[in-house]
């Protein structure tokens, strides 16, 4: 692999630039985190943050919300934005010449958003239209709900909202929180390609070095709700899901837990797709997961099946997932090193994922690791060491979503009074 180079600068107010050059590649793509994510949200007025990433892209500094488009296409920017737990992600990638252009627009969506009042109720019908389709993806209702069960709010938040929240903003609400959680102070601009380091952040420093910091957000907490819920819906289908604590990103053990879960999920040989789908025909969907939140981790396993068969997909779904505590193999451990590498190995053929995986990696570990780090972490995994880790951390102690027309039994759920 091509030797890598991180190049970081952090300025007075607080906004961090973090770059990785890729000179092999004519691309370059950007990553921008503000620290406006829905766990900033006032729990009365969940989906403000969509709200606000949907209205601050309807124009800003210049440009009326059609000239903010038509520029970007002009550019050849292939942009998007979400909401995380933590952030408002604004991204995109172009031919490197368009990166300083680009970046110039979307310091205006930052920093001088228009948030036009005349558009205000069509940016609410988008957030509306998101709540909607959530609601017709019933696998994707169901692990929303379990992620808010298991982490509690507002670790566990949908950022999308409800109708009800959706329905109760004005324009108002959209301007404290973008006055509000649009700041310097933790905002990370992450950059990867062919670019002049050198010549981009003195390009960055005209863009944000005088942006004024503000008060940090501040987030609301709750007691998360653990155990059995059911969600009732008339259906030939459920889904099933399941959460269970794990180890969080920032955790040392890491690439030891994801190497375990990875053994029952990555890849047609992994045992759930083995077990529950192509040995049984018990689902058309099965998986785990790791999922982790700030410096909390979990593991995430959901199955769609039929009605008729929920109840023994959900059977042996536990018990493949209890299973890991026996330990897993050394050809299953060789598999997964295969796959690890050839997922490093495409990600360095890219730029947006590249300017991804550096953001994401400052915000968690305050320094980027590259991939001949993680390469010598995944050479170093064992069975002996998975198999140690698992003796007290294999999935156990399980909340459970189930979504369909009657609820499931699932032994050593955690109680409510545990939470």
């Not at 107010?13 to 590649?25: D, H, I, K, R, Y």
């Not at 691309?27 to 829905?38: D, E, H, I, K, N």
């Not at 992450?190 to 863009?207: C, E, N, P, R, T």
């Not at 090193?337 to 495409?346: D, G, P």
Request: with cysteine; charged share 25%; aromatic share 8%.
């Amino acid at each position: 692999m091509t030797a890598e180079k991180f190049l970081v600068h952090k300025f007075d107010n607080g906004f961090s630039l973090v770059a990785q050059p890729m000179p092999w590649l004519a691309s370059a793509a950007f990553a921008f985190a503000l620290p406006a994510g829905c766990r900033y949200d006032r729990s009365d007025r969940i989906g403000t943050a969509s709200f606000a990433s949907e209205m601050v892209q309807r124009g800003c500094g210049k440009l009326d919300s059609r000239q903010f488009i038509d520029q970007l296409q002009l550019l050849g920017v292939d942009y998007n934005s979400s909401i995380s737990n933590y952030h408002s992600w604004f991204g995109g990638a172009m031919k490197a010449t368009e990166l300083h252009d680009t970046l110039s627009i979307y310091r205006d969506v930052a920093r001088d958003p228009h948030l036009p009042a005349s558009q205000f109720e069509d940016g609410r019908m988008v957030c509306l239209q998101e709540i909607m389709a959530m609601e017709d993806d019933l696998s994707r209702k169901a692990l929303r709900e379990v992620r808010l069960r298991h982490y509690g709010d507002p670790d566990g938040r949908s950022p999308d909202g409800s109708v009800e929240s959706i329905s109760s903003l004005d324009i108002s609400h959209i301007e404290d929180f973008v006055k509000t959680c649009y700041q310097p102070d933790g905002s990370i601009l992450a950059v990867a390609g062919k670019i002049d380091f050198d010549a981009l952040k003195d390009h960055v420093a005209d863009l944000f070095a005088d942006w004024k910091t503000g008060e940090p957000p501040i987030a609301e907490e709750s007691t998360p709700s653990h155990g059995s819920h059911h969600l009732p819906f008339d259906s030939e289908q459920t889904h099933i899901a399941l959460a269970c604590p794990g180890v969080s990103y920032t955790h040392q053990d890491f690439y030891t837990h994801r190497a375990a879960i990875g053994v029952l999920s990555d890849g047609l040989s992994s045992r759930l797709f083995h077990e529950v789908r192509e040995k049984r025909g018990l689902c058309y969907s099965v998986f785990a997961t790791c999922h982790s939140v700030g410096k909390r981790g979990a593991v995430i396993a959901y199955s769609g099946t039929s009605s008729g068969r929920a109840q023994e997909t959900l059977d042996v779904l536990v018990s493949e997932l209890r299973r890991l505590k026996d330990g897993i193999t050394s050809e299953e451990l060789d598999r997964l090193k295969v796959q690890f590498r050839s997922s490093l190995i495409m990600q360095q053929e890219s730029s947006r994922s590249r300017a991804g995986s550096i953001a994401s990696d400052w915000y968690h570990l305050g320094r980027i690791r590259d991939v001949g780090e993680i390469n010598q972490i995944i050479n170093n995994l064992t069975v002996e060491g998975i198999n140690e880790f698992l003796v007290d951390r294999y999935p156990n102690n399980f909340d459970m979503v189930t979504l369909g027309p009657k609820p499931l039994e699932l032994n050593d759920a955690i109680s409510t009074a545990q939470a």
